[in-house]
């Protein structure tokens, strides 16, 4: 029986758990043909072959049990590139472009010195280097999985600005003096019923889970950070939805400044930044 693109389209009813059915679908059909989405629509009587249908079946059928789309097709877009994943790291999430954007408007020296803790894919450090061809920055990441990826991911996008190493968030970092550390850490508490939803399922636990309903990370890095900042350098830090208010008074405890909690695309508390003053 010959299956067209308008046949397999029709099939994200199936996906009752998903927000986005349709778009997984299609997203599934365009990288089978290697396509982009617009032929789906250019050709919706196009059928597939026999390897087509069964690569299809097999990827819906992953989609069915909740496999992320991303870990599905193997790469994510951030910040308008395109990133390898796997699940030794988080999937890069839109939110997070809130904190690539704070990070670009600030007044930095032309040759500034970035550290991105817990780099991932290397999605954040990345986006910054695109942007901005003569800042230095540092990539370090605890899990060796992870460094291999982004460092993969640094090497096909050609940024030469980024150096991508293994450390234990500050440990293997021999070098202070920098004008902005930036960090997406765990902040999500173990007994938070959203481990069990959705694409985090997929996701090392390590990469998303904190001691002291999710702060302990972010005291960590507030506390640390002071010892590698520049006089008047800043640090800023992605954090959950509930938890602004927290993670600003963290900031002050530690003696940041001009501290401001930041919103995300769905006005949501997201990032959170403050200026150590030295």
């Not at 299609?26 to 050709?43: M, Q």
């Not at 890095?221 to 006089?231: A, D, F, V």
Request: with cysteine; charged share 20%; aromatic share 8%.
């Amino acid at each position: 029986m010959n299956v067209t693109i308008l046949t397999c389209m029709r099939r994200a009813q199936e996906l009752k758990n998903s927000d986005s059915a349709r778009l997984d679908v299609e997203l599934l059909l365009a990288h089978i043909f290697d396509k982009d989405r617009s032929y789906l629509y250019t050709w919706p009587e196009k059928c597939l072959t026999e390897d087509q249908q069964e690569q299809f079946e097999s990827l819906l059928g992953e989609r069915l049990k909740g496999k992320p789309i991303a870990h599905l097709l193997g790469h994510r877009e951030f910040w308008g590139l395109s990133f390898e994943v796997d699940a030794s790291t988080l999937i890069p999430r839109p939110d997070t472009e809130t904190l690539v954007e704070a990070a670009l408007s600030l007044s930095l020296p032309i040759e500034a010195k970035v550290i991105d803790l817990g780099t991932g894919t290397g999605a954040i450090a990345m986006a910054l280097a695109s942007e901005k061809p003569s800042w230095h920055l540092l990539a370090v990441d605890h899990s060796q999985a992870a460094v291999n990826l982004a460092q993969r991911n640094q090497q096909r996008l050609q940024l030469s600005n980024v150096i991508v190493q293994s450390s234990d968030w500050f440990n293997d970092i021999e070098d202070s003096g920098y004008h902005l550390i930036v960090s997406n850490p765990p902040y999500i508490d173990k007994n938070d019923p959203h481990l069990a939803q959705g694409d985090v399922r997929f996701e090392p636990l390590t990469a998303l889970v904190a001691e002291d309903e999710g702060l302990a990370d972010i005291r960590h890095i507030l506390h640390q950070g002071r010892q590698y900042l520049l006089p008047y350098g800043w640090l800023m830090l992605e954090h959950g939805y509930r938890q602004g208010a927290a993670v600003f008074q963290l900031f002050e405890e530690f003696g940041y400044q001009q501290v401001k909690t930041l919103q995300d695309f769905g006005y949501n508390d997201r990032v959170t930044m403050g200026q150590f003053v030295g």
